[in-house]
Each structure stands twice: as structure tokens, then as C-alpha cells.
């Protein structure tokens, strides 16, 4: 069973950064797909950013555009998630998803085959 496992997250000012990790112990993530997701206190979960397989293909929601970028290192197993100039409603939880069929659509979906535990990300003064 593949098990996802995030890192990076934590408390930040407005208008600094962060770099969320997504890695799976133990197995290879090459041909999955990679979500970022999040979810704040009354709100549904929302697709963030995600990457295809081979990282040719991006998708990212327009609230992040031009401060997160997502990329992935296949040789280290790892996807990132670098948030710049964060806002105090980044706020929430977030999860790194995996999913062999979807490709970077499972933004707009909002479902895949994998998910991690979820990461708290705090942004304020």
C-alpha cells in the first residue's frame, strides 16, 4: 500500500515562504500523478497544484498562480511544493495525493487514489 508522507509545513508570516515535501517511503513515484490539495476550517477541499508523471504537466488553481510552484525529482522520489508570498488564507491543511490514471487533473477533481496524512500550514502575524 502505497503510504504518502508530507513534511515542510508550519507557522509563517504573511508574505513569507514555505516548501512542502511529498515523499513515499519504500516506493517509487514515477508513474503517478502528484497533487497538492488543502482544506481550511469550514471549506471543501480544493486542488492546489499538481503535477503529471513526468512533470511535463502542471495545473494550478488561480488563488496560487505566480506564488506556488509544484515540481517533482524522480530520482529522489520527492514532489515539492514551493509557496511564496503566502497569504493568511493559504491556511489549511494540506495533502499530497497520488494517482495512476488521473494526471494533473485530479486538481479539478479533487480525488485520487492515495492520499497523505496532511500537513497544517499556518499563515499569520
Known amino acids: 500500500q502505497l503510504q504518502l508522507v508530507e513534511s515542510g509545513g508550519g507557522l509563517v508570516q504573511p508574505g513569507g515562504s514555505l516548501r512542502l515535501s511529498c515523499a513515499a517511503p519504500?516506493?517509487?513515484?514515477?508513474?503517478?500523478?502528484i497533487g497538492w490539495f488543502r482544506q481550511a476550517p469550514g471549506k471543501e477541499r480544493e486542488g492546489v497544484s499538481c503535477?503529471?508523471?513526468?512533470?511535463?504537466?502542471?495545473i494550478s488553481a488561480d488563488s496560487v498562480k505566480g506564488r506556488f510552484t509544484i515540481s517533482r525529482d524522480n530520482a529522489n522520489n520527492t514532489v515539492y511544493l514551493q509557496m511564496n508570498n503566502l497569504k493568511a488564507e493559504d491556511t489549511a491543511v494540506y495533502y499530497c495525493?497520488?494517482?495512476?490514471?488521473?494526471?494533473?487533473?485530479?486538481?479539478?477533481?479533487?480525488?485520487?487514489?492515495?492520499w497523505g496524512q496532511g500537513i497544517q500550514v499556518t499563515v499569520s502575524s
Open positions: 519504500g516506493f517509487t513515484l514515477d508513474n503517478y500523478a
Open positions: 503535477i503529471s508523471d513526468t512533470g511535463d504537466r502542471t
Open positions: 495525493a497520488a494517482d495512476l490514471y488521473g494526471g494533473p487533473f485530479i486538481c479539478y477533481m479533487v480525488k485520487a487514489q492515495y
